[in-house]
């Protein structure tokens, strides 16, 4: 079967460009003099994109007590980390041209739901980078929305979702490499890329991988039947009651404070 390579699917001249105010958010959040008033303003540039970060800041999970009207109220209210995380993976996700065949409102709701999810554990279990988790959860995939871009005649271009093995038959790599390629492409922070790439676990030793990227595993897993994008099992050389021992937690405490997040509904990750 001929099968592109990676080098070749990832060319620099043909990757995706991007995304205007994907580059300005990243060059506001690495300039240390950076404040909040200027993050909104960046967000503000997309109104796409601030209307859908409002749409989520008011979503039940959030909880807020009066809705959210402008994106400057976001920030002060959720912290700059946390609309910063949010505007960079709806900003990505939304992007990028696919075919509606791709089912982009249910891949969105996979990611959103990842997102939710990696987050409370990281702030449960006092995890350093919560809002890392979160931008992590959102953009682990974003290899699969790649191959949609490029390759639509093959599977992802037509929704379907494939185990590593059958992506490696079908194109010579998995998703999660494909998503690290391109991360590091956009100069994403190293841990951000650390876990998109490596967020499906390879068969090393698990203390030799990276934490968040463990995480994301873990989140993944633990959303699998509510937001489950392709309908396949999670197959991985590692037990996910050993990631989250890795990791010092406990997968059954974990599955137990899954259940209990509110709004944790694809329905309200679907809209929009």
């Known amino acids: 079967m001929d099968t592109p390579s990676l080098k070749r699917l990832l060319r620099t001249d043909e990757l995706p460009t991007l995304p205007?105010?994907?580059g300005k958010i990243?060059?506001?959040s690495r300039n240390d003099r950076s404040t909040v008033h200027d993050l909104a303003v960046v967000i503000e540039y997309d109104p796409a994109l601030s209307a859908n970060l409002l749409r989520l800041v008011n979503s039940a999970y959030y909880g807020c007590t009066r809705r959210v009207v402008a994106v400057l109220d976001a920030v002060l209210l959720l912290g700059y980390d946390t609309i910063r995380a949010l505007a960079l993976g709806t900003s990505v996700l939304t992007s990028l041209p696919v075919s509606p065949g791709f089912q982009p409102r249910r891949f969105r709701a996979h990611s959103m739901g990842c997102a939710v999810v990696a987050r409370a554990i990281a702030e449960r279990f006092?995890?350093?980078?919560?809002?890392?988790a979160l931008a992590a959860g959102l953009l682990h995939d974003m290899g699969a929305l790649l191959l949609a871009v490029r390759l639509p005649d093959k599977p992802y271009g037509g929704g379907e979702g494939m185990t590593p093995a059958e992506e490696i038959e079908i194109f010579g790599f998995t998703h999660p490499e494909a998503g690290g390629r391109l991360a590091r492409h956009w100069n994403f922070e190293t841990d951000l890329v650390a876990a998109i790439q490596g967020h499906h676990l390879t068969e090393a030793p698990l203390s030799t991988q990276h934490p968040l990227a463990r995480l994301v595993f873990l989140a993944?897993?633990?959303?699998?039947?509510?937001?489950q994008f392709d309908g396949k099992p999670i197959i991985t050389s590692h037990?996910?009651?050993a990631v989250a021992a890795s990791l010092g937690y406990d997968l059954g405490e974990l599955e137990e404070l899954?259940?209990?997040l509110p709004a944790l509904d694809p329905a309200?990750?679907?809209?929009g």
Do not use: I, M, N
Not at 126 to 132: F, K, L, R, S, V
Not at 220 to 227: G, I, S, V
Not at 268 to 271: G, L, P, Q, V
């Open 20 to 22: 205007e105010v994907v």
């Open 258 to 260: 899954t259940r209990g």
């Open 220 to 227: 993944e897993w633990l959303t699998r039947d509510q937001f």
């Open 126 to 132: 006092g995890h350093p980078q919560a809002e890392q």
């Open 239 to 241: 037990e996910p009651a």
């Open 26 to 28: 990243l060059e506001v």
């Open 268 to 271: 309200s990750y679907e809209k």
